[in-house]
């Protein structure tokens, strides 16, 4: 376990949920992983990410799948590719990601609280 943090760290963390509406394979990076497009609605528009995520998805099956991310961290460069939002997920017994996302669909945009 981490150390505790207070209520007002924890919503400092812009959370939100999107639709990936383009992925693409990135051959390029160091290990397998997918660019992702995701639409967060009207206030924060498309974002770019890359994951990996390739032991469980593949990008074709990806689109318009919701996914959960966190929307306020620094873009990061990973390779050639500009990263701006960090998609969240959970380790398998194997080590590999699997993807956080809603039960139902949810507008793209809305806030985790």
């Known amino acids: 376990m981490t150390d505790p943090i207070g209520v007002e760290d ?11 509406v383009r992925a693409k394979s990135f051959p390029e990076a160091r290990k397998p992983a ?3 497009w995701i ?3 009207p206030e924060l528009g ?7 995520i390739t032991a469980h998805y593949t990008p074709e099956e990806l ?16 390779g050639p ?9 959970l380790s398998d017994t194997n080590g590999d990601i699997v993807l956080l996302g809603p039960d139902s669909n949810i507008p793209n945009g809305e806030r985790m609280h």
């Open 63 to 78: 689109q318009g799948r919701q996914v959960i991310a966190v929307t306020n961290f620094p873009p990061r460069q990973i």
């Open 46 to 52: 498309e974002k770019k990410t890359s994951a990996q």
């Open 34 to 36: 997918i660019k992702l």
């Open 10 to 20: 924890f919503l400092k963390v812009d959370i939100r949920v999107g639709t990936v």
């Open 39 to 41: 639409d967060f609605g």
């Open 81 to 89: 590719f500009m990263s701006e939002v960090l998609v969240l997920g």
